[in-house]
């Protein structure tokens, strides 16, 4: 059985920074593309950043420059370290994988696409308040 789990979260003065943490299990491949998003309250989900198995990263307009994807060596913990946090940044945020093909993301030209993405961990709440 695949399991996202994700954790980090929690309160965060703006400018302040918070890592998120996705450790993966039951997953039987070892090459995937893996990805945050968020969701906020009354919004869309919206993809945050992904990287796939050589590292290769891409980030939304949003978040880039603050925000860091990483895996671990063994690829089966995701990072997002969010550095200058901001109050709308404030949301649940999501670890997934993709696993279609072979280690790479659907495109790195753009932000991760939920639609390609079909494991989900449950979410781990990040609040920035103003």
């Known amino acids: 059985q695949v399991q996202l789990q994700e954790s980090g979260g929690g309160s965060v003065q703006t400018g302040g920074s918070l890592r998120l943490s996705c450790a993966v299990s039951?997953?039987?491949?070892?090459?995937?593309?893996m990805g945050w998003f968020r969701q906020a309250p009354g919004k869309e989900r919206e993809g945050v950043a992904q990287i796939d198995n050589d590292g290769a990263t891409s980030y939304g307009a949003s978040v880039k420059g603050r925000f860091t994807i990483s895996r671990d060596s063994t690829k089966t913990t995701l990072y997002l370290q969010m550095d200058n946090v901001r109050p709308d940044d404030t949301a649940m945020y999501y670890c997934a994988i993709d696993g279609r093909f072979s280690g790479y993301c659907y495109t790195l030209m753009q932000p991760p696409d939920s639609k390609y993405f079909y494991y989900w961990g449950r979410g781990t709440q990040v609040t920035a308040p103003h």
């Open positions: 039951g997953y039987p491949e070892d090459r995937y593309c």
